[in-house]
């Protein structure tokens, strides 16, 4: 259920958790059930921005080997 998330959707869910547990006053079941869900989105999170992070590198090494690829224009010459 979860990892069908969006990065926005499980942050701001995780934010939810996390003022839920602050505010108190829930039962040792409830807080427990809370900080389990917290932690599993907090990993979604670092999962989703992992896998992010590694499409922007991608990208960005194919985008270079393209322009060192390309021959110099005439106002780089």
Same mark, same amino acid.
């Given at each position: 259920?979860?990892q069908d998330?969006?990065?926005?959707q499980?942050?701001?869910r995780?934010?939810?958790?996390?003022?839920?547990?602050?505010?108190?006053?829930?039962?040792?079941?409830?807080? %427990? @059930? +809370?900080? &389990?869900?917290g932690?599993?989105?907090? $990993?979604?999170?670092?999962?989703?921005l992992?896998?992010a992070?590694?499409?922007? %590198? @991608? +990208?960005s &090494?194919?985008?270079?080997s393209?322009l $060192?690829?390309?021959p110099?224009?005439?106002?780089?010459?």
């Open positions: 259920m979860q998330l969006s990065f926005e499980a942050f701001a995780l934010g939810e958790t996390v003022q839920a547990l602050e505010k108190g006053g829930l039962s040792l079941e409830e807080a %427990t @059930r +809370l900080f &389990e869900e932690m599993r989105l907090a $990993q979604l999170c670092n999962q989703l992992s896998q992070e590694l499409k922007i %590198t @991608r +990208l &090494e194919a985008y270079a393209y $060192q690829e390309q110099p224009t005439e106002e780089e010459k």
